[in-house]
């Protein structure tokens, strides 16, 4: 072990998240566990439904409701049960310590308040203050994310502003809660590459500002390798692999990482779908009962279909340092380590 247990802000420990749709159960997030450490950042990555987004909102508590309900597992801040909190808790826990950047991020501004109350509404939540103070430090937070103009600025409705600019607006209202977590999901699929490149600059200049530790989720397993420090996998409700980037992009072990891996675009190039990969994700309310991957993966065993296989570490795993944490639900590793 390379980190003591203090530097676990964030202990997510076989969390499974169940909706209830007609066409029958899903169990979107299925016995996830990962830990995020002080100041890192934790990519997520997996195809589109592969239960990224419900894993973040499940952290929050903001899943949908009644389609959705956390059924088990623990999700731990600095030690404390987020799932066993009331609402009112909840609801301090999301105004100052986890902050979130949805997937959207002009659902996430109100089209009728100025970003300055927007931004303003956050300081009020560390106590009531003076109009014209409010409005001072609205400015700064916007000066923080690199706004130009922000005197002017502050004043604007949401649609008076480019995607961009909304993107930083949403980027300033996170830094301003100065949140021990925060979690990004996905932002960066509706924006233009130069929007994206500042968009992933402001992030990191806004961990650098705070020590905040960031979820990152994204399909986009390039954006990972310039923004993450360790990576999480996941497919069809579970993580696949998970370990530090350096060591997934040299020995990636589950076929499916290696499949997201070499089929990493080129910097203009956009995919939702893995070309590389034959075959669909499974029908979520008809899961193999094995290894989720069985039906497309190219190395398939007899014993991979007759149930869901544990985590192995791998290979590269076992010589002390930061590689001993990578590990891959895969049974090409079984009898390696
Ligand atoms: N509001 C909802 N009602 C019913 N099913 C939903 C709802 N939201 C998500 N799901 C289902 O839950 C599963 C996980 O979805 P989730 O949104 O977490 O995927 P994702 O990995 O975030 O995908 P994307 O990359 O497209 O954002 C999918 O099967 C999806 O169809
Ligand atoms: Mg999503």
Redesign the pocket.
Known sequence: MTHSDSDVVLAVENLQTH?Y?KRGL?R?VDGVSFDLRSGETLGIV??????????ALSLVRLI?RP??RIVGGSVRLDGEEILEKSEAEMRAIRGEQIAMIL?DPQSSLNPVFTVGDQIAETFQLQGKQPRGRMRERAIAALREVQVADPENRVSNFPHEMSGGMKQRVVGAIAVARRPRVLIAD?PTTSLDVTIQAQYLRLLRSIQQQTGTSIIF?T?DFGIVAKMCDRVAV?YA?RIVEYGPVHSIFATPSHPYTQALIASVPSPDTKVERLESIEGQPPV?WDLPKGCRFAPRCPFVMDRCRADYPPMFATQSAGDGDAEAEHAAACRLLEGES
């Not at 997996?46 to 894993?55: A, F, R, Y």
């Open positions: 909706l749709t899903v979107a997996g195809e589109s439904g592969s239960g990224k987004s419900m894993t949908p389609a959705a997937q996905e989720i399909h996941m409700g979520p």
